[in-house]
């Protein structure tokens, strides 16, 4: 009621002051039927002037409200490549058969503009990623994604995941290489169709591991570069990459 009780008082102020004004014009002027022309005029354009403002003022939100969730969920997906998508993308990369011609592809540099970025994305659409689960230590791996378990989880509770469904869809790969090796007792004797199947669900998490991490150094780029420097010299993707400053 309080929150409310400001609100009324101030209309009364406003209105009263519109009145007054009013009553000082015809005071005045003793012109009526101005009057009458002028508040008919002005309350008819009242009806426009409400719409043009309330789109702006909706646009204007609308933008400021996109803005500051993208901000959170950029948060969100810097921590996730902390906790686990680096780590896994070096997992993916020790088995990846086309290792050089990614690293080529996702060499990423201070030079690098944003059409760069996009491209790399695109480019990674179309790849044929070749990470092979019979050359990778699985039992590290499993034990790796199960104690992220509950992170990941718990990142799926946020809200502001509901707004980009690609990188809920790098969660839900993610979760299902964990579930595929957690429902097995002993990764590290699996037949070479079994091997097969887990290469098949490495890669499809690598792909989309690959993307978001070119978009997300994208991001750095813009909003954050003493952050993407040291991205850059930990690039996962770049095997001649060095954390210290030449």
Known sequence: MKK??????????????????????????????????????????????????????????????????????NMVIGTFFSEVGVELIKACISVDKGLPVLAAKLKVTAEWKEKDFLSAQAQLEDMDFKADAGRTPLPELKKFLLEKRSF???????????????????????FHLTDE????????????????????????AYRLLAIH?????????????????????TNPFDPGASVEVK
Do not use: C
Request: hydrophobic fraction near 55%; charged fraction near 20%.
């Open 4 to 73: 409310i009780g400001w609100q009324i008082k101030f209309a009364v102020v406003l209105l009263f002051l519109s009145f007054s004004f009013y009553v000082l014009d015809y005071a005045l002027f003793h012109r009526l039927e101005d009057l009458e022309f002028y508040f008919i005029s002005n309350v008819a354009f009242l009806f426009i002037d409400v719409l043009i403002v309330m789109l702006i003022l909706h646009g204007l939100l609308v933008f400021r409200e996109k803005q500051s969730m993208l901000s959170k969920l």
């Open 152 to 174: 990941m989880l718990g990142l799926l509770e946020n809200p502001n995941l509901l707004e980009h469904e690609s990188f809920t869809d790098l969660l839900w790969a993610v």
């Open 181 to 204: 090796m957690a429902h097995r007792n002993d990764v590290s004797a699996l037949n070479p169709p079994d091997l097969k199947h887990i290469s098949g669900d490495m890669n499809r």
């Open 213 to 233: 991490w070119v978009g997300y150094m994208k991001h750095l780029k813009q909003d954050y570069p003493y952050l993407f420097s040291l991205a850059v010299r």
